[in-house]
């Protein structure tokens, strides 16, 4: 077993044939949000491997800001995920709910960039044997308020998916 430093993890000990979750903090445009990095057993995960991780998250906000502009494009289109999530928490809301998580003292305030100016990212799984599904991004109006989050994919080139979807 070899020790391998991640700029992101810290220090990692790799051991082949077993699954492994290593989690960390990181701060991304002032809000703190969990990384998840996920290898099973059957990974080939080394030294390399590790060190794309840490490369490959130096483009998390590029990521972020793609999937923010799919988000807000689906938003204006009926019968999407993002369209559904909004009109479900946006719906019936409190007005303390309104102002703690908008902003705003009046429904007729909550437009869609208000919206998503509240959906923050709060979590990244990053699945380095899924070339396909490497990144998962889950984002949420805020744990005090919803466990339901939006959640989108991107390959490990950073190329998002083009399905969002709604998750609890």
């Known amino acids: 077993m070899?020790?391998?430093?991640?700029?992101?993890?810290?220090?990692?000990?790799?051991?082949?044939?077993?699954?492994?979750?290593?989690?960390?903090?990181?701060?991304l445009a002032g809000q703190l949000l969990e990384l998840d990095l996920n290898v099973n057993a059957h990974d080939r995960f080394d030294e390399a491997a590790l060190h794309k991780v840490d490369y490959r998250l130096r483009f998390l906000p590029e990521l972020v800001d793609q999937v923010r502009e799919m988000i807000a494009e689906?938003?204006?289109?009926?019968?999407?995920?993002?369209?559904?999530?909004?009109?479900?928490?946006?719906?019936?809301?409190?007005?303390?709910?309104?102002?703690?998580?908008?902003?705003v003292t009046d429904k007729s305030q909550l437009t869609n960039?208000?919206?998503?100016?509240?959906?923050?990212?709060?979590?990244?799984?990053?699945?380095?044997?899924?070339?396909?599904?490497?990144?998962v991004l889950d984002f949420t109006l805020g744990s005090h308020f919803t466990d339901e989050v939006l959640v989108a994919s991107a390959d490990e080139d950073g190329v998002v998916d083009d399905e969002i979807l709604w998750e609890s």
């Open 113 to 135: 960039d208000v919206f998503l100016k509240a959906l923050k990212l709060g979590h990244v799984g990053i699945y380095p044997g899924q070339p396909e599904r490497y990144f």
């Open 74 to 103: 689906e938003l204006e289109e009926e019968g999407t995920s993002p369209q559904e999530y909004r009109h479900f928490h946006c719906n019936a809301i409190k007005d303390e709910q309104l102002r703690k998580v908008f902003g």
């Open 2 to 27: 070899s020790k391998v430093a991640s700029q992101h993890f810290g220090e990692i000990e790799l051991n082949h044939g077993r699954d492994h979750n290593f989690s960390a903090r990181h701060e």
